[in-house]
Every structure is written in structure tokens, then in C-alpha cells.
């Protein structure tokens, strides 16, 4: 008699078809969780940080004035190093 899983004495060609099941099964789980639950929070690739001064910090300040071409090279470096040193690297008062 020959059944689904024995064909001709040997798994049939049925036994191909349970890996895609399980792929998909997987594929769909990650892509669901993509969608609804880390879409909320950011997912688990952004970084919690971004690492760039935000707003109306000292950092972005200055960027924006140099971007604009108020300062020089020389005095941008300056001032970026003593504010580096009063509000540490992210611009955070104080936090480092």
C-alpha cells in the first residue's frame, strides 16, 4: 500500500514539502512581529540613540553654524573641543 510518507519503499516526494512548510511558518512569525510589535518601538536594528545633538543643543549649534559658513573650519574645531569637555560627546549637560 503506499502512503503519502512511503513511496516506493523510500520517503516520497512529500517529504520536501514540510521544510517549506516550516520556512514559511517562520517567515510569516518574523514578518508579523516586524509589522506590529518592533515597528512601535523602533525595532531592535535603530540604535536607542541616535547619536546625533538634537534641537537647540550646543553641538548642534555649532554644526548648524558651520554648516552655514558663520564660523571656520579652525574655530569650529575650537569650540568643539570646549564644548566637548562641558557637556561631554552628545551635548547631554554634562553626561557623557
Not at 512569525?29 to 518592533?38: K, S
Not at 523602533?42 to 537647540?56: E, H, I, T
Request: proline share 7%; glycine share 16%; hydrophobic share 45%.
Amino acid at each position: 500500500m503506499q502512503t503519502l510518507a512511503n513511496w516506493d519503499g523510500g520517503p516520497g516526494p512529500w517529504i520536501l514539502f514540510f521544510p517549506l512548510i516550516w520556512a514559511a511558518v517562520v517567515i510569516g512569525a518574523v514578518t508579523v512581529l516586524r509589522r506590529t510589535v518592533w515597528r512601535g518601538r523602533g525595532g531592535p536594528w535603530r540604535p536607542m540613540d541616535g547619536g546625533r545633538p538634537a534641537g537647540d543643543s550646543p553641538l548642534a549649534v555649532l554644526g548648524r553654524r558651520f554648516a552655514a559658513g558663520e564660523i571656520d573650519e579652525d574655530e569650529y574645531w575650537r569650540r568643539l573641543s570646549v564644548l566637548e569637555e562641558h557637556f561631554g560627546r552628545l551635548g547631554k549637560g554634562g553626561a557623557a
